[in-house]
């Protein structure tokens, strides 16, 4: 490959603090730095890499990340978290490839006992990523940017049940996520831009766990997951449907799928 050896320091600093008996804050906050030794293109590739071509993996980078988390406790069975995180990362040796990327993320959890018997959860996080690349038409200097944004959201919530005198346990969980990409080129030549790609994803699990003694369990578990995507750069895309450019003939994956399972559990 085009790097022998790299190296990475990360420096991070965390402190947390409880102004009030119901209230925990966490503050951590880092700094990454990677080196690498000389770049140098491999020869025996066909076509030949542009000398000014860095992989992200292997390129130097700056890091900086930050995360600041809460936990609150308003009453004595319900729990709640928040937390947020940011990062960016700079290639600044990059002239060719990932220049510079953005990161932030949200999410928040619950939890509610509402009785000895009865748990409610629940929990929500979205994040965002932004970032740059330069590219070469003319196996030379940069002479175009791309830009890609990617947004994902997932939510989901659960009940668990104990009944007959903790001998039968219910649970159930609903999870729904989407995310969406954004893909952007600015050229020399003005081209049309690129459609969005999309995923979505739906499950949904039911499942009971019956105490027949001490040691033996019986347990029977529904699950149905729905999963569909739509990718310009698969869908429609047949084996001859680019010039120069035989392809697979691959497809977005899409699919409904249904599971049932039952088992016994013995402890030993």
């Known amino acids: 490959q085009e790097v022998q050896t790299t190296r990475e320091a990360t420096f991070w600093g965390r402190i947390s603090a409880q102004p009030v008996d119901s209230l925990s804050l966490a503050l951590k906050l880092a700094h990454a730095k990677r080196d690498a030794s000389d770049y140098r293109s491999v020869a025996s590739i066909i076509a030949p890499q542009n000398p000014l071509l860095r992989k992200f993996n292997m390129a130097k980078r700056d890091r900086n990340s930050g995360e600041l ?4 406790t308003p009453a004595e069975n319900v729990n709640l978290g928040v937390g947020i995180e940011l990062a960016s990362n700079d290639f600044t040796g990059s002239s060719i490839g990932l220049t510079d990327s953005r990161s932030r993320a ?4 619950l939890s509610v006992a509402i009785s000895d018997q009865t748990q409610v959860h629940a929990f929500a996080h979205t994040e965002q990523s932004r970032s740059n690349q330069a590219g070469s038409e003319l196996f030379a200097a940069p002479d175009w940017t791309g830009r890609s944004e990617d947004t994902s959201n997932v ?6 049940h104990s009944a007959l005198g903790g001998k039968l ?3 159930a969980d609903l999870v729904a996520s989407r995310s969406r990409s954004e893909l952007s080129v600015d050229a020399s030549v003005p081209s049309a831009a690129f459609p969005n790609a999309t995923t979505s994803l739906d499950s949904f699990k039911l499942g009971a766990t019956y105490r027949l003694n001490d040691n033996l369990s019986l347990l029977a578990d529904y699950e149905h997951e729905r999963f569909e995507t739509r990718d310009w750069r698969l869908d429609g895309v047949l084996p001859t449907s680019v010039p120069s450019l035989i392809a697979f ?3 977005a994956p899409r699919y409904s799928v249904n599971v049932v399972r039952v088992a016994l559990r013995y402890r030993f």
């Not at 988390?69 to 609150?72: K, L, S, V, Y």
């Not at 939510?155 to 668990?160: E, N, Q, T």
């Open 155 to 160: 939510a989901g919530v659960g009940i668990k």
């Open 69 to 72: 988390r809460a936990d609150i």
């Open 249 to 251: 003939g691959e497809l």
């Open 106 to 109: 949200l999410g928040a959890d």
């Open 169 to 171: 346990e219910i649970r």
